[in-house]
């Protein structure tokens, strides 16, 4: 047993602060509750811990007698850049010039509400609270600089972190003003009006990361550089078949190894997606931990998917596709009727494999449990799950949790799970010691929730006006569904989809734009498809699939409405942008697609070369994206583009897990290929189609057009057509 | 368990470990230099590059054993105060994302500026073809090493570490 008695303590969560964020969630501002003051018996713990006399007109803000202004951000950031996004929008409002704004990242709170950075979720969701926020703030030092001067605070305007009398001239910085506008009431909601957003300074400008200084210098920032006094380091083997158990370990050998300090095994639960079973290693460091594991020898029980793979997954597929037999997910029109009478016939089996989410930062957690309390310090998205799985697992209540979130190298969907942060929980319960547990890539790619593979068998139609006609798609998953509505149903008269399920033991979970990043691919390849077929332009085909309705309404209560006026926008302007059918010569080719996912309407043009050889290079891909009316930090949304755009290609062209003998065959990225600078696209141009609708996320709807845009290029190219992910298993030759 | 006297950063480290312990973890857990990051273990992710001897290599392959008295400079030694041209120009342009890989990014593009102060897009592309980056800033990597270039061609010189 190591002593840590220097560990940072904070007192638990205050439940009354949730209580108010529901509260707030559920009807709009709040403000009279939402706000706290420093010093009250209302005031939330964050505030508590303020010096006294700050004024923290919410747990958001906090301005110092001092100067200082502290904006917290409230969700993890793993590369999407909403730890520099989100305190902008409160800057915006609040006043205050962003070189003078200290962002703090928050730990789990519930004054924060909801901390899940997932779904793209995180502009929509706090974009007008934070303005209010901030806005709220503001009116408050505006108040107290107006009583300070005996003036109407209706003369009185903010600007810079001072407030300014506009008669007389006068100025007050906002430390001279914190005492007063801390004892002041808070705004009624009615009187928070938000700035014009044509007034903004801040939002809409390019503004480098917060934490850019810590990258470049190489400062410790992320979850696995963190460190303890008294920290042991931990490996975690699990069975390579999902699902088995440990039957027996050469523990004795393995504690005897140098540098080790313990070794047990952890029963685990049969969750496969929470405490599995496994073997623990500590040691003294990372690598003696390591160094031991190749020592390690365990008897397994593999349990009952032993003899799965991806050949037997592929064979089922056929054979239910074949049956014909699936649960019907939507069913328009009369499909029989529309195939006999249609010009020209199409039928296609897409598919694509597994893959992983491959953060480059390899999954880990540093945890420190005594008796019924624990601290955590995760690099996660979603901190909210890890508090939850360590209270249901190990028993100890959510209260006693502390939950630190540090940055991800990586999150793309992965870090919504909590198997990484519940393994060191229970590690470090056992040990009684801070153990910081650190995955190897190898546990990382064979230990992933992972993107599932999939299989469509389409049949389609195009009339003798040329126009898609009918629509039938046999889709057949490991787990999950399909929405009713997955374009393109809705907008082609005679469909239907029927789905089916391999029943399988692979862990699954959501990867950057969960099922749009597959469907995208086989939809708008097998729109092209039929565009050819009907021998005409598919950009016209697409326009005139998306119809003359400005909206189509969801189906069922929660359906949600496509937008296709959006959508035509976007495609329009790309492919002006684009110059959208230029001639070019054989072997290169331009590609269409768009994609609605996530809020966001997206439109790609994709231009490749293809040589004689097979030798693929995107040479440009040209992208419109219409996510509302304003982008909060044009560098970090132009970031996200292009990284959508490279990982959409990365994920498309090489990335695939095979699954033999019920194991994940790839164990690192020799085997395991992500794209590479040389292969990256040479241009990405970037195209913002501002709309008069709230903003939204960027982190995943941008992804899901680029696999078709290219694929589609491709076979402008080649007239080679892929029906199957990664890119890289079709023959790209020609001549 | 043996002891090794390092030259990291400027300055004489000695530590106590067994002599297959790759740098990496010599460094991350024994010296606190923890900018240097793990991803892959077997050299192909390349997030881990520091300098040995000036020159770029990958420290998950570089056993403690081996580096004798040759020099290692890691991204905290890469200037004394984030003011190196390319430190300088990622902030400026803002490169990383989730930015687990950049200081492996970084020090790759150093090497390369050390050896070709004007590189062109194919320079670039092929010295940087090591380095992963799961985000996809692949060309704003390419944008900040010739924004990198044009500080050096001005004249801005980094400062050496202490």
Redesign the interface.
Known sequence: MIPCENLPTRSALDRRDFLRLSALAGGGLVLGSFLKFAGTTEAAEISKTAPQGDFTPSAFIRLGLDGSITLIAPRPDSGQGIKTSLPMILAEELEVPWTAVTVQMGDLNAAYGSQTSGGSTSTPTFYLQLRQLGTAARLMLIDAAAQTWGVPSSECFAEAAHVHHRASGKSIPYRDLVARAAALPVPEAKSVVLKDPKDFKLLGQRVSGVDNGKIVTGQSLYGIDFKLPGLVYAVFEKCPVFGGKVVSANLDRIKALPGIKDAFILEGTSDIRGLVPGVAILADSTWSAFSARRQLKVTWDEGSHANDSWAQFTVEAQKMAAEGKGKVIRQDGDIDKAFASASKVVEAAYSYPFISHANLEPQNCTAHVTGDRAEIWAPTQNPSAGAGIIASTLGIPKENIIFHILRSGGGFGRRLSADFVIEAAAIAQKAGVPVKLTWSREDDLRHDHYRPGGFHFLKGAVDFAGKISAWRNHSVFFGGGLSPDEFPNRFVPNLLGLSSTIENGVPMGPWRAPGSCVFAFVYQSFIDELAHAAGRDPLAVRLELLGDKDEVPGTGERGQPYNAARMKGVVKLVAEKAGWGKKLPRGQGQGLAFHFSHRGYIAQVAEVTVSPAGDLKVDRVVCAADVGSQIVNLSGAENQVQGSIVDGLSAAWRQELNIERGRIVEGNFAEYQLLRSTDAPRKIEIHFLKSDNPPTGLGEPVLPPLAPAVANAIFAATGKRIRQLPFSKTDLSWS | ?AKFTLQVNGQSRTVD??P???LL?VL???L???????????G??R?CTVHLGGQPVQACQTPVSGIGRRAVV???G??AD?SHP??KA??????????????GQ?MTAAALLTDNPAPT?DD???A???????????????AGIHHAAELLAAGTKPEAAK
């Open positions: 368990m470990v067994a297959d312990t790759p973890w991350r857990d024994h606190d230099l923890v900018g240097t990051k793990y991803g892959c273990g077997i192909q992710c997030a890691t991204i905290e890469l200037s984030g390319l430190q990622w902030c400026e342009l803002d490169v990383a994302q989730c930015g687990y890989c950049q200081a970084l897009d670039i592309d092929n940087m073809a090591g380095n992963l980056c799961r985000c996809g800033t692949y060309l704003r990597i390419r």
